[in-house]
């Protein structure tokens, strides 16, 4: 039989590219996300490539009773998820905390770790019943460093760091893995979002510089799940070449 892995967030982005990779290696997929048509589109693209099969799933990982409801009632061939990746995630704005829009902030705490933390308390427990099971935990080089403006992103992807680190301890002895993988600069639809969908100052983002695609990370995503199971890559940080830290890139480093 096929693993299984579930993947939040998979509409595009690293999300995708992730689902793109495991289907490549013949692991059967749980796609989530709230834009279901994009899901229908990669479900169908999927399975004519590679043989799979995704049940796409509309699922807003903000919503507590949704997400428990959905992930415990699974259909009884999807039950047992061997691979969780909690990718969905986001941010939103760039201001100052004193000047932060306070709905902004319950859409980043709601998503990037109640979400996250809906996602695995469902999923876990057949995990540690079966003593195995893989859980990777999408962070970010905002998790260890913060910068101007990054109050409450940085804050909730430290929040992913600490997590994941007290998870490997709550299941020790349990065979199952618990992996963050912490990129840098990543050109996805992060800054669109971040700036509530105006392209235009998204794209100035990665002007004059080569930053991570989505395809780099999943990359990283799969190498990490796909070691020996005697063996935990307990955190990953993936980088571009041309960013030093989480302010200093080619851009700005001559301007410092």
Known sequence: MAKVALITGASSGIGKATAEIFAKNSIDLIITAR???????LKDELEGKYNIKVLPMKLDIRNKDEV???LTNLPPVWRDVEILVNNAGLSKGLEKLQDGKINNWEVMIDTN???LLYATKAILPSMIQRNSGTIVNIASIAGHETYPGGNVYCATK???LQLSKALRMDVLGTNVRVISIDPGMVETEFSIVRFDGDKEKAKKVYENIIPLTAE???EAVWFAVSRPTHVTIEDMVIMPTQQASVLLNVKNYKKL
């Open 35 to 41: 834009r279901l048509e994009r899901l229908i589109d």
């Open 68 to 70: 428990i409801e959905s």
């Open 113 to 115: 770790i109640k979400g």
């Open 158 to 160: 430290a929040a992913v």
């Open 216 to 218: 780099d990370v999943a």
